[in-house]
């Protein structure tokens, strides 16, 4: 029956091209005017918002349905949707305990320049024998209890450096967990962001498709009330019906990319895919009209940009780490000081507080460790070696990337503009056919390929305006200015 329903479509369409088309002026010209009666009147296309999903199809309310979330706004502007992300993105709280660990190391690192305090008490208990000598009958000696209690403090005094060295090593690497926490902190702004607009596109989208529907229905109730009045052949109505078809196909397509678009972009947020949040509005753009210079741009990400400077810090975190493992070679020097009292309970006697009191210095000299000194060694220059590749490979992702995104920002701009006087001819195009049709000086194909026109260079437009918004955030995440001042 569908197979049955297409064969008439297309016999109706190439009546269309055969007859329609090709019928010359004068003898359209033939047809009685009197006749003609004025076209239907276009209302106001309905709101795409009120349609019911699909448009058009078996309806699936539940697939469309949004529920509120308490403390979460139904319509967002861009800076709560970052907001709320940095709160409740689970991703973003797995960096963020990552970066709570080596924050930890370098606490703990720090104490080492402190000293170590210990105390500790012991009790024991001794039992007698035979007091007398050679194995005579003598005087018994009774159980002996004995209670101490001591105190030690231990103080580094010279290691040739190490213990700053690895201080040194902790600190670097805390600066290098904080940016790389920040520059993840970006990631997820680009990713909010990119969702953010992917919701507005989609939005866009089906408004666009909505109207497609609305004027070629417009159109084929025109060209019904041609036929009705005998100004017009009824295969003229095949080609509207086949462009509102296929409007509402598009239409039906562009309220599943909406669905799809908002349940990523509550997703990106960390929260449930059907959780009634929506894009405010369209943020204007943060760039200055005339695009930047590279020159500008790449010295502003490698001041900006926290991957790359997290990478200078760990190539010098990595040189401070060859530094402590060469002082594993050198002697030290360690101060104690100990003080105690001890007490002896004996046959119901309880004794005398014992004081007593120790004061020294110890000198370690390494002299041989079976080679862990030196495996330790070769392997923080090897980590050294890495961090400085890592270094180098990093500059050059930022470099690509900036280029890339700045390139992107000015080609969506150019693309924007041709967009726009596309859809301003599409239009003057559309209004000049429909003014032909009506008069008889046009065919239906003529009227119906404007229309078709009109209806591309809105998506077109759409299309290319999103696109633009898309490349200039990118190229901010490429500079590092994304998300500036937006709280964490």
Do not use: C, W
Not at 177 to 203: C, K, M, P, S, W
Not at 278 to 283: D, I, L, S, Y
């Amino acid at each position: 029956m569908k197979l049955l329903g297409l064969s008439t479509g297309v016999a109706a369409l190439a009546l269309v091209l055969a007859f329609g088309g090709a019928t010359p002026a004068g003898a359209r010209a033939a047809t009685p005017v009197a006749k003609l009666t004025p076209p239907p009147t276009p209302s106001p296309a309905p709101s795409a918002a009120a349609l019911p999903y699909p448009a058009y199809g078996s309806p699936a309310p539940d697939v469309a349905q949004l529920h509120p979330v308490a403390n979460v706004p139904p319509t967002i502007t861009l800076e709560q949707a970052i907001a709320i992300a940095a709160a409740k993105s689970p991703a973003f709280a797995i960096q963020r305990a990552q970066y709570d660990a080596i924050r930890a190391k370098y606490g703990a690192a720090k104490g080492a320049l402190y000293p170590s305090v210990s105390a500790d008490g012991s009790v024991s208990r001794s039992f007698g024998g035979n007091a007398g000598a050679g194995g005579s009958a003598g005087t018994t000696v009774g159980p002996n209890t004995q209670i101490s209690l001591q105190g030690k403090i231990s103080q580094l005094i010279f290691d040739g450096g190490r213990v700053l060295a690895g201080l040194k090593q902790a600190k670097e690497g805390d600066l290098a967990g904080r940016l790389i926490l920040d520059r993840d902190l970006q990631t997820l702004e680009l990713t909010v962001a990119n969702a953010y607009f992917g919701v507005l596109q989609a939005q866009a989208s089906v408004d666009a498709a909505n109207q497609s529907v609305h004027q070629f229905q417009v159109t084929q109730d025109s060209i019904a009330a041609r036929i009705k009045a005998g100004a017009a052949a009824r295969s003229d109505i095949a080609q509207a019906q086949f462009q509102a078809a296929r409007a509402r196909g598009l239409l039906v397509t562009a309220q599943g990319q909406v669905i799809a678009a908002q349940s990523t972009f509550a997703t990106a947020l960390g929260l449930d895919a059907d959780t009634e949040v929506v894009p405010q509005e369209r943020p204007s753009s943060a760039l200055p009209a005339q695009a930047p210079s590279y020159a500008k741009s790449i010295d502003q990400a490698f001041l900006l940009r926290g991957d790359y400077l997290a990478a200078r810090h760990n190539v010098d975190a990595s040189t401070a780490g060859v530094r402590f493992a060469k002082l594993g070679k050198f002697p030290s020097i360690n101060a104690t000081y100990s003080d105690g009292v001890t007490r002896n309970v004996s046959s119901g006697q309880i004794g005398p507080f014992q004081h007593g009191a120790n004061l020294g210095a110890t000198l370690t000299i390494p002299i041989f460790d079976q080679n862990q000194t030196n495996y330790a060694i070769a392997q923080a220059q090897s980590q050294l070696d890495q961090a400085t590749a890592g270094l180098t490979q990093t500059k050059l992702g930022v470099q690509q990337q900036v280029r890339t995104a700045l390139s992107g920002v000015i080609s969506s701009r150019a693309s924007l503009t041709q967009a726009q006087l596309e859809l301003n001819a599409a239009k003057v195009a559309l209004s000049a056919a429909q003014a032909r049709y009506k008069v008889g000086a046009a065919t239906i194909l003529d009227l119906v390929t404007a229309e078709a026109n009109y209806s591309q260079a809105q998506t077109d437009y759409v299309n290319a305006l999103y696109a633009t918004q898309t490349a200039e955030q990118n190229y901010e995440y490429a500079v590092g200015t994304i998300g500036l001042g937006a709280a964490p």
